[in-house]
């Protein structure tokens, strides 16, 4: 078993930065680089929509198009952290954003990041964008 736990959420005004954590943690055995891991996030009567994914190394990375250029998928596999870079922030960007982890080392090979790939998800944190 999985357990991923999000932070770093909060309210911010338009043009602004966040910086989302993830850390992820597990039964015996677990082991961070084994996954790929993914930010989702879920606007209030909006489906669940897929932002980024980065393989188990770090060295690919996938992003939606509604974010490419202004957020930075990252993480440090000796800490079991994932971490989202948010900058330019826009009203639109309003949402709970998800972290979840998916095994097998690496993202999906097309777009779009879907969720049914991805077995683990934390309980989100809330980013509030401001005009």
């Known amino acids: 078993q999985v357990q991923v736990v999000e932070s770093g959420g909060g309210l911010v005004q338009a043009g602004g930065s966040l910086r989302l954590s993830c850390t992820a943690s597990?039964?015996?055995?677990?082991?961070?680089?084994?996954?790929?891991m993914g930010w989702f996030r879920q606007a209030p009567g909006k489906e669940r929509e897929g932002l980024s994914c980065i393989s188990w190394s770090g060295v690919t990375t996938y992003y939606a198009d509604s974010v490419k250029g202004r957020f930075i998928i990252s993480r440090d596999n000796t800490n079991n952290t994932l971490y989202l870079q948010m900058n330019n922030l826009k009203p639109e960007d309003t949402a709970m954003y998800y972290c979840a982890a998916r095994r097998g080392y690496y993202c999906q090979r097309t777009l779009p990041i879907t969720a049914t790939a991805f077995g683990y998800w934390g309980q989100g944190t809330q980013v509030t964008v401001s005009s």
């Open positions: 597990g039964s015996s055995g677990f082991r961070f680089d084994e996954y790929a």
